[in-house]
Nanobody, 120 residues
Framework: QVQLVESGGGLVQAGGSLILSCAAS????????MGWYRQAPGKQRELVAG???????NYVDSVKGRFTISRDNAKKTLYLQMNRLKPEDTGVYYC??????????????WGQGTQVTVSL
């Protein structure tokens, strides 16, 4: 079992910044492939940014150049630095650990989500 707890969401004006954190349980955190997803009202959940255990990173096009995903394996924490926020970035942001049976992860694991609201 992996437990994930997100924090750092809130209300911010357009152009502002937020840092999201995701604290994870598990002694093999450094081996997890992880990601940040978001779900806007009435829309499907989408991948915002992902990072592998080896540090390979990918972003959805809409956040490239504005968001930065990172991880601190010693603190077992995943981060999402969000700059130059736009109203369309509004949504619930979720942290996810990818399914990996080789690590004993028989399913993907999700945090409870943290709300990000960007006003004009």
């Amino acid at each position: 079992q992996v437990q994930l707890v997100e924090s750092g969401g809130g209300l911010v004006q357009a152009g502002g910044s937020l840092i999201l954190s995701c604290a994870a349980s598990g002694s093999i955190f450094s081996l997890f492939a992880m990601g940040w997803y978001r779900q806007a009202p009435g829309k499907q959940r989408e991948l915002v940014a992902g990072i592998t255990s080896g540090g390979n990173i990918n972003y959805v096009d809409s956040v490239k150049g504005r968001f930065t995903i990172s991880r601190d394996n010693a603190k077992k924490t995943l981060y999402l630095q969000m700059n130059r926020l736009k109203p369309e970035d509004t949504g619930v942001y979720y942290c996810k650990v990818d399914y990996n049976p080789l690590l004993g992860l028989r399913d993907a694991y999700w945090g409870q989500g943290t709300q990000v609201t960007v006003s004009l």
